[in-house]
């Protein structure tokens, strides 16, 4: 049975992540934001200062056995809009409905609100870390595990957030490929699926068996990088929980003519 907390809930995550997504004109095709010439190393010189946010804390009074939160983040010095966008971003990965809004919208609200609803177990981590940074990007990955009382195990998520460090928007799907690619996105994600599968002894030994119980499905839950674009899954959404979050690679010479030029290192 596939986790209820799985991709409903990335989806609401997404939708609200992609608020600031497409409200600007498009950049020149002649400007790549994803060097060929350059790793994640060097280019994270190029990219936005970060600073890191870190903290662990059990509920206030508490003794004995007492709910704990632990966050890792990182906030953008000079970059406001960007710095809260991730603090919101990782409160409502805490929410666990898809239909319902969650009644904080920053982690210091999550704070206040897991201390007057959380059991004596329950236990958050939050983290936010730079996946990939240019002059032109800046990809972050986001993190979030929960533990409830009594529950046989944690419930992790994870999100990418695209940040076009020039725009200020966040990317989504809609802003890196081209016009009426969508299928063939699919098409190339199907294919890292393809040969992600084969990695996992349990596909290998039955193959026909593990589809029917794990097929594949697209996701817009996308990183670009200096190797290609990531797409992570959360757990239960491709694979069992003891597969943890399955990442696919799209390598960008699968991407030719998908993606739009400026999502493109020019080498390829």
């Known amino acids: 049975m596939k986790n209820m907390f799985s991709s409903s809930r990335g989806l609401s995550i997404a939708g609200a992540l992609l608020v600031l997504a497409g409200c600007a004109s498009s950049p020149s095709p ?12 060097q280019t ?25 939160l632990t966050v890792s983040s990182i906030v953008f010095p000079g970059h406001t809009r960007l710095t809260e966008l991730v603090d919101h971003a990782l409160a409502i990965m805490t929410g666990l409905s898809p239909d319902q809004r969650p009644p904080y919208d920053t982690i210091a609200g999550f704070e206040r609100y897991f201390w007057e609803t959380a059991a004596p177990r329950d236990d958050v981590f939050l983290a936010a870390k730079t996946r990939y940074r240019s002059q032109g990007l800046t990809v972050i990955e986001l ?5 409830f009382t009594g529950a046989a ?10 940040w076009d ?30 040969r992600w599968l084969e990695t996992q002894d349990p596909y290998t030994d039955d193959p026909q068996g593990y589809l029917r119980l794990w097929p594949f499905q697209p996701s817009d839950n996308f990183a670009l990088t200096d190797l290609g674009v990531v797409v992570k899954y959360g757990s239960y959404e491709l694979a069992p929980y003891s597969s ?5 690679l799209i390598p960008y010479d699968a991407l030719q003519g998908i993606l739009r030029p400026e999502f493109l290192p020019r080498a390829v």
């Open 244 to 248: 943890g979050q399955p990442e696919l």
């Open 165 to 194: 460090n020039n725009r200020q928007i966040v990317l989504g799907l809609a802003q890196i490929l081209e016009t009426g690619k969508t299928a063939a996105w699919v098409d190339a994600l199907k294919a890292a699926h393809g």
């Open 143 to 147: 993190d979030s595990w929960q533990y």
């Open 30 to 41: 002649n400007i790549t934001l994803v060097p060929a010439d350059k790793v994640v190393s």
């Open 44 to 68: 994270e010189k190029d990219g936005l200062f970060t600073q890191p946010v870190k903290f662990e804390r059990t509920k206030p009074g508490c003794r004995g056995e007492c709910p704990k």
């Open 153 to 162: 195990h944690g419930v992790s998520a994870t999100r990418f957030l695209n």
